[in-house]
């Protein structure tokens, strides 16, 4: 019997294909293999909102290989992702390939581990269309927004610009943070500390109130704090109370998506999108080697909102804790954390797949982004297991005249989880040991000094990722899956900009919220954007359908959109040119940022009689103009010098005296492989969209061609050369009758011109 076990990354295929037996083939799908065209809507509102789907272009040799396979086989797994998107790739999955219901086992697996894979071979299910359409709605939703709302904003702010229904949002927090810190009004107030000595150590005690008053006594002027130091200077401080006690400190909880791209952030200085990336790379799996167990996916899924644990790894965590740092440091019962109302249990909080994998123990086979990221879930896990820290604290309140000081301090009775991991706090001040010395009640002491010091209050703090994340999260604004997509997308389309770690907006982003506050007020609301959150929840559950959800939205919506063509002007919204410190030499005038179809570039503002442009780096400032490289021959037309040139398909040459001269010819980079035909060089060249190809470098004379990469490696059948199949790590030989294939277990045999591996 054969089984053809479909996932979404070849590096995923990799590592299930090590835990099945000969009888399974595994291959990848790359991702999705359907999705709606790019060109058109796509959607037929007026028939139910019924989408019209199409095989994404790049992917018509996938398909047919895994048609072809899944022909042969007598049965198909299909293991995408546990999420909506793996679901509705799984769907896809079985259209495209026109698979029998009768063929298709729908599994899934919280962690890529050998036993949790034949686990999910034993009991496969049917594909969950109520998931299915849950991820069809969002999928519809933002389309739907994306291409009724970018052509307005092409007509009343600029062309080229793009609106989306959560990146909206997420456009409009960063907005309104920014009007709040211009509005903020800094408050002046003072504090008064005194610095007493007990013991013959020093520590500080701070002002809190008059005597006989309950509450704390802000001082908003220096005359105050400054009448206090007169009353207290060279007076005895008096200890009218003390308290001593212990308190506990329970561990932060496992991660979800959230916390963990809040934590990679402030622990790691990790942006959203490496934290998926590499968390991605740590599921799916690394090779560890033999001693210790060849490939294994090193954590569980990685998108998810839930704080469920498993029982076993549970039992694991509390055996590995006892082991190590002893019976105390284990709770008295397994540590169970709620998860919050509306998040999505379908799988479990992101742990190590197993306890036992040290961080210290595998740190060689990592990367360093891979150990970074491991070690802080690992630790964070086993935290989330261990008994809690016990903090011995003393608080002490001193009198002198009418004015109380307080001071406080603890130490760490016992470590607990703490000896472990420590979550860091929000504030720029975390949590440290205070120790105060012997100090008994009514007991007289001398202040060394007593300093009255100024404070302004501070504006709210920008968000950096992380704390939009969080603020996403508390909203109800998006899932697990779209965070990082959301940061991604307002960023590229100039919305929103990096300043060190904080997100500003742009002048563009403010202009593109005033524009949505005013007309489409829904789409930016976030009570409404949170509900439809909830109803997407609803159609997952089975309880809500796609067409009530989407005629619902859709009837409002378009009344918005319909209401604005007729009202908005161009004149409006405007948007100012960004302008830049680079100067036109041609001209003198300050350039000006421009997007185009392959980023941002400065351009004169005096376009069309001058049409100066420069290339911008990451940091906005004008890339340095390099010489250009002198090709070793000369142009074919005039016989001028010919220079290499960067076009959108790389490298290519041009004539020096452009434009007139307008000869150009490809630059073509050789395979080290010869021709089986004529024995020249075969070298690697681009066709339409950026697809690489393999040409015999004599062409048109020799017309030896190639989608697959031909190599230096001969059939052991019969002789003729193999080539890598495009996209797989597959060596196939092409002759006709013969058949022979043969995959590729050594990952770093696998190359694809063009392409990083």
Same mark, same amino acid.
């Given at each position: 019997m054969t089984n053809l076990v479909i996932v979404e990354s070849p590096a995923k295929a990799y590592t299930i294909k090590s835990y099945l037996g000969s009888n399974y083939k595994v291959m990848a799908s790359k991702g999705h293999v359907r999705d709606l065209p790019k060109s058109t809507l796509g959607i037929d509102i007026e028939h139910g909102f019924e989408p019209h789907y199409i095989n994404i272009r790049g992917k018509g040799e996938l398909i047919r290989e895994l048609k072809k396979e899944a022909k042969n086989a007598d049965r198909i797994y299909l293991a995408t992702d546990l999420d909506r998107e793996g679901e509705a790739i799984s769907w896809h999955l079985a259209a495209a390939l026109g698979l029998p219901e009768d063929k298709i086992k729908r599994i899934t697996f919280n962690e890529i581990t050998k036993s949790a894979i034949k686990e999910s071979i034993k009991s496969p299910r049917k594909i969950d269309i109520d998931l299915v359409n849950a991820q069809q709605t969002r999928r519809i939703l933002d389309r739907i927004v994306g291409y009724k709302l970018s052509p307005f904003l092409w007509k009343t702010v600029k062309s080229g610009l793009s609106a989306g229904r959560v990146q909206s949002i997420a456009t409009k927090i960063i907005v309104e943070r920014e009007d709040e810190i211009r509005a903020f009004v800094p408050r002046e107030y003072w504090t008064v500390d005194a610095v007493l000595t007990s013991d013959g150590r020093d520590f500080t005690a701070h002002y809190y109130g008059e005597a006989g008053s309950k509450d704390k006594n802000e001082l908003s002027a220096e005359s105050e704090a400054v009448r206090i130091k007169d009353d207290c200077f060279g007076k005895k401080f008096v200890c009218t109370e003390i308290k001593k006690g212990n308190r506990t400190k329970s561990p932060a909880p496992p991660f979800?998506?959230?916390?963990?791209?809040? *934590?990679?952030?402030?622990?790691?200085?990790?942006?959203?999108?490496?934290?998926?990336?590499?968390?991605? &790379?740590?599921? !799916?799996g690394v090779n560890l080697g033999h001693e210790n167990g060849g490939v294994q996916g090193l954590i569980t899924y990685m998108r998810t909102d839930s704080l469920r644990v498993a029982a076993e790894a549970q039992s694991a965590a509390l055996e590995y804790i006892a082991e190590n740092y002893g019976r105390d440091y284990c709770p008295e019962k397994p540590r169970v954390y709620r998860t919050k109302a509306n998040a999505q249990d379908a799988h479990e909080a992101i742990r190590p797949s197993k306890v036992a994998l040290d961080p210290e123990k595998i740190k060689k086979m990592l990367t360093p982004d891979q150990y970074k990221l491991y070690k802080l879930i690992w630790r964070r896990f086993l935290a989330s297991q261990m008994s809690s820290a016990v903090l011995s604290t003393v608080n002490a309140e001193f009198a002198c005249e009418s004015h109380i000081f307080k001071s406080s301090g603890y130490t760490v009775k016992f470590r607990g989880y703490m000896a472990l991991y420590e979550e860091t706090s929000d504030t720029a001040d975390t949590e440290r040991e205070v120790v105060l010395p012997p100090v008994d009640k009514d007991a007289e002491l001398n202040a060394r000094d007593i300093i009255p010091e100024q404070h302004f209050t501070e504006p709210p703090s920008r968000y950096t990722e992380a704390?939009?994340?969080? %603020?996403? #999260? #508390?909203? @109800?604004? @998006?899932?697990?899956?779209?965070?990082t997509p959301i940061i991604t997308i307002i960023i590229s389309r100039g919305y929103v900009k990096r300043d060190g770690k904080s997100l500003r907006p742009t002048d563009l982003g403010e202009i593109i919220t005033r524009l949505m506050n005013k007309s489409f007020p829904?789409?930016?609301?976030?009570? %409404?954007?949170?509900?439809? &959150?909830?109803?997407? /929840? *609803?159609? !997952?559950? @089975?309880?809500?359908?796609?067409? /009530?959800?989407?005629?619902k939205f859709y009837e409002g919506f378009s009344r918005e959109l319909e209401e604005a063509e007729k009202t908005v002007s161009k004149e409006t919204y405007e948007a100012p040119a960004e302008e830049t410190d680079i100067?036109? !030499?041609k001209c003198g005038s300050r350039m000006i940022v421009k997007n185009g179809r392959y980023g941002r570039f400065a351009a004169c503002p005096n376009y069309p009689e001058c049409k100066n442009t420069k290339q911008l780096n990451k940091s906005g400032t004008a890339e340095a103009e390099k010489e250009p490289e002198i090709a070793p021959f000369k142009c074919e037309f005039c016989g001028s010098d010919v220079v290499v040139r960067q076009g959108r398909n790389g490298a290519f040459y041009a004539c020096s005296r452009y434009p007139e001269c307008k000869f150009t010819k490809q630059k073509v980079k050789s395979l080290g492989v010869s021709c089986p035909k004529c024995g020249r060089d075969i070298v690697t060249k681009y066709g339409r969209n950026k697809t690489v190809f393999y040409s015999c470098? @004599?062409?048109? #004379?020799?017309?030896?061609?190639?989608? /697959?990469l031909p190599t230096n490696e001969k059939c052991p059948q019969c002789g003729e050369m193999l080539y890598q199949k495009k996209g797989r790590a597959l060596l196939v030989c092409k002759k006709e009758g013969c058949g022979y294939k043969r995959e590729i277990t050594d990952s770093s045999d696998a190359k694809e011109s063009g392409e990083e591996k």
């Open positions: 979800i998506t959230s916390t963990l791209q809040q *934590e990679a952030s402030k622990k790691l200085n990790f942006q959203s999108q490496r934290t998926m990336r590499v968390a991605q &790379e740590l599921y !799916e704390s939009l994340i969080k %603020f996403l #999260e #508390e909203k @109800g604004i @998006g899932r697990p899956s779209t965070y829904d789409i930016v609301d976030y009570k %409404f954007t949170a509900s439809m &959150e909830n109803q997407l /929840d *609803e159609i !997952e559950n @089975g309880n809500a359908t796609m067409l /009530d959800m989407l005629s100067i036109c !030499e470098s @004599g062409y048109p #004379e020799c017309d030896f061609s190639s989608w /697959d």
